[in-house]
Nanobody, 124 residues
Framework: QVQLVESGGGLVQAGGSLRLSCAASGRTFSDYAMGWFRQAPGKEREFVALINWSGTMTQYADSVKGRFTISRDNAKNMAYLRTNSLKPEDTAVYFC?????????????????WGQGTQVTVSS
C-alpha cells in the first residue's frame, strides 16, 4: 500500500505562484513514476505533469508547459509541483498519483495510488 498526502494549495491572485507538495509513504517511492492531475468542478480529471522514477524525464500538459515544474526528492519521499504565472483557469483540486506500471503515461486510470487532493483557487 501507498499513502499520498498533498499540501500547499490555497487562494492566490492571477499571476501568483504556489508550490504543491506530495508526501509518500508505505512503499519504495523511488521505484515509481509520479503524476499530478487536476479536476475542476463539472470537469473530468486531467493530466498536468509527470516525472519518472529518477527525475530525469518529465512531461507536461500543453496548458501548463513553461509555467509549472514537477520535481521529486527520493531521499525525502516527496514530489512537488511548482506553479507559476497562475491563471483563473488553473483553479481546481490538484492530486498527486503514483503509477507502478513500467511505462510513463498521462492516463489517470493507469495510476494506482492517489492522494486526497489540495484545492488551488486563482482569483482574477
Amino acid at each position: 500500500q501507498v499513502q499520498l498526502v498533498e499540501s500547499g494549495g490555497g487562494l492566490v491572485q492571477a499571476g501568483g505562484s504556489l508550490r504543491l507538495s506530495c508526501a509518500a509513504s508505505g512503499r519504495t517511492f523511488s521505484d515509481y513514476a509520479m503524476g499530478w492531475f487536476r479536476q475542476a468542478p463539472g470537469k473530468e480529471r486531467e493530466f498536468v505533469a509527470l516525472i519518472n522514477w529518477s527525475g530525469t524525464m518529465t512531461q507536461y500538459a500543453d496548458s501548463v508547459k513553461g509555467r509549472f515544474t514537477i520535481s521529486r526528492d527520493n531521499a525525502k519521499n516527496m514530489a512537488y509541483l511548482r506553479t507559476n504565472s497562475l491563471k483563473p483557469e488553473d483553479t481546481a483540486v490538484y492530486f498527486c498519483a503514483l503509477g507502478t506500471g513500467s511505462r510513463l503515461t498521462i492516463r489517470p486510470q493507469n495510476y494506482d495510488y492517489w492522494g486526497q487532493g489540495t484545492q488551488v483557487t486563482v482569483s482574477s
